[in-house]
Nanobody, 120 residues
Framework: VQLQASGGGLVQPGGSLRLSCTAS????????MGWYRQVPGGQREPVAI???????TYSDSVKGRFTVSRDNTRNTVYLNMSSLNPDDTAKYYC???????????????WGQGTQVTVSS
């Protein structure tokens, strides 16, 4: 199983970006998909998590500005980011908890990360 993220880049303050992450490989069921972010020297922190059958959760710092959504037919999660500010600058990692087969336990997987830089 691999998670491939894309969509990062350089954006001016107040701008918008959309990140995508697709899970590929032998996948039976995805229970959770979401996004974390990390700055150099800092801890990886959750940004937005979508869990099947549960309310979506957002960090307080992005509520009202970021929206996470999933396309289950494509095993893809999106992060729509608006009103970006320099504090949003970080490497963004997609994350998934999934089963590869009906008999399998659930395992966690990370994408490779995509850099988002907010600067004028």
């Amino acid at each position: 199983v691999q998670l491939q993220a894309s969509g990062g880049g350089l954006v001016q303050p107040g701008g918008s970006l959309r990140l995508s992450c697709t899970a590929s490989g032998n996948i039976f069921n995805i229970n959770l998909m979401g996004w974390y972010r990390q700055v150099p020297g800092g801890q990886r922190e959750p940004v937005a998590i979508e869990t099947t059958g549960r309310p979506t959760t957002y960090s307080d710092s992005v509520k009202g500005r970021f929206t996470v959504s999933r396309d289950n037919t494509r095993n893809t999660v999106y992060l729509n980011m608006s009103s970006l500010n320099p504090d949003d600058t970080a490497k963004y990692y997609c994350y998934a908890i999934l089963q590869r087969t009906p008999q399998d336990a659930q395992f966690a997987y990370w994408g490779q990360g995509t850099q988002v830089t907010v600067s004028s």
